[in-house]
């Protein structure tokens, strides 16, 4: 919806066949405004233009295997709200769901982490594993907001260091 009030066109590609999966009223407003255009079981293929300057994107209906070719200034990820965190969930720890937690959450009782190695708690975004940090949607207790995630992966303690 906001981008929609600066764009000419948006454009949602949804991997699901089932369309969006956000609140009721998120859906109503989108489907209301002309400017929002969603493709169902639809995937980013490529991207083309020059460095620093998007002119189209491909795309591809994953049902019918048929790409197109779209006009793009930007391009704007969002993966949903599960964590992708496979790649290290049998490194650092994480909750039922699969966020990773981080900093003070850490703490049990007072006790760090098991296989803890440093005198010192975890720092605020590092994990179980220290030198390891997380941020954004991944970790444990977040608002999930795009400002939020930004501004965690560029603190001191998400920069270069990131999951």
Not at 86 to 111: S, W, Y
Not at 134 to 158: I, M
Request: proline share 6%; glycine share 10%; aromatic share 6%.
């Amino acid at each position: 919806m906001y981008l929609s009030r600066f764009a000419s066109k948006v454009t949602q590609l949804i991997r699901s066949p089932s369309g969006p999966t956000m609140s009721r009223y998120l859906i109503d407003a989108e489907s209301a405004n002309p400017k929002i255009e969603h493709l169902l079981h639809t995937e980013l293929t490529a991207i083309q233009g020059k460095p620093g300057n998007i002119e189209s994107v491909t795309v591809t209906d994953v049902l019918t295997n048929e790409d197109r070719t779209l006009p793009a200034a930007a391009v704007f990820i969002f993966i949903g709200a599960v964590p992708q965190s496979d790649v290290v969930r049998d490194l650092v720890v994480v909750d039922e769901k699969g966020f990773i937690i981080t900093g003070t959450q850490l703490l049990k009782d007072g006790k760090r982490p098991k296989g803890w190695s440093l005198d010192r708690d975890p720092m605020i975004l590092e994990t179980s594993v220290p030198g390891i940090f997380a941020a954004g949607d991944v970790r444990l207790g977040t608002t999930h907001r795009v400002a939020t995630a930004t501004g965690e992966g560029g603190s001191p303690w998400g920069r270069s260091r990131r999951i």
